[in-house]
């Protein structure tokens, strides 16, 4: 046979036919490639963005363990916390707070001023939701810290203020110092009424400071959300009630 019977007995529809199906898997293949690349592309850059103002990731939240309050106090020298009330996490924990400012841990506590017309619309708004019982107050709530921790507010272990404004979203930041490298790790809880406090993810985050005279200094001309959970904690506690207005 020579070469041009060779091309004429080809099956030229089979070979188009298989052409064809060979460029369209590999145009799918190229596609769907080009889409992970391109979203894994996005994916890194959102990533890097938000390590670029502080983040270390997204948790779904739930009660603390006391294995993660016990961490959260290790190696602690200060606790910023930012509550409504706070009862839970003051009530279910006191061994392991008690123990921590004990070691010299100290506390400062944000929460709600008590008779407030906010704490009112919040307690009718969980009522009508189910979540909380007619008759049981936050104010009762806020008190019943004060009185649970009282020793430790009389020795300066722990300081409550209480502010009567708008609500706001509930966080923690812890000031670490081990082995002599301080950090300051945030968790700020992302949740809106009726939620409650177990019904939320929270953003997470941490910053190193190697010396001490950078340990509570914004690094000028940075904004990370860490520093601005700082300076919204600090903000308030100026302007905040040192007492409870127990009418």
Known sequence: MNLSDFFINLNWQHIAESIISTLIISGII?????????????????SKEMKSYGFKGVVAMKNHT??????????????DLLFISGIGFFTNNKSILTKAMKRGMKIRLLCS?????????????????????????????????SDLYSEHIKNKEM?????STEYRLPFIIA????????????WLRVT?????????????GERE???????????????????????????????ADETINDK
């Open 30 to 46: 190229s596609g769907f490639g080009y889409l992970v690349t391109k979203r894994i592309t996005k994916d890194l850059r959102i």
């Open 113 to 145: 001023q008590v008779d407030t017309v906010f704490l009112s619309d919040l307690e009718r708004l969980e009522e009508t939701n189910g979540l909380r019982k007619s008759g049981m107050k936050i104010s009762d709530e806020i008190k019943n810290i």
């Open 175 to 186: 000031y670490k110092n081990k082995k002599n490298v301080r950090t300051i790790q945030a």
């Open 209 to 239: 400071y190697k010396t001490e005279d950078k340990f509570f200094e914004m690094e000028k001309g940075k904004v990370d959300f860490i520093s601005m959970m700082e300076d919204h904690f600090n903000c308030v506690w100026e302007v």
């Open 159 to 163: 300081e409550i203020r209480y502010y």
């Open 66 to 79: 006391k294995r993660e309050i016990e961490e959260l106090c290790k190696d602690t020298e200060r606790l």
């Open 192 to 204: 809106l009424p009726p939620f409650n406090w177990v019904t939320n993810f929270a953003l997470v």
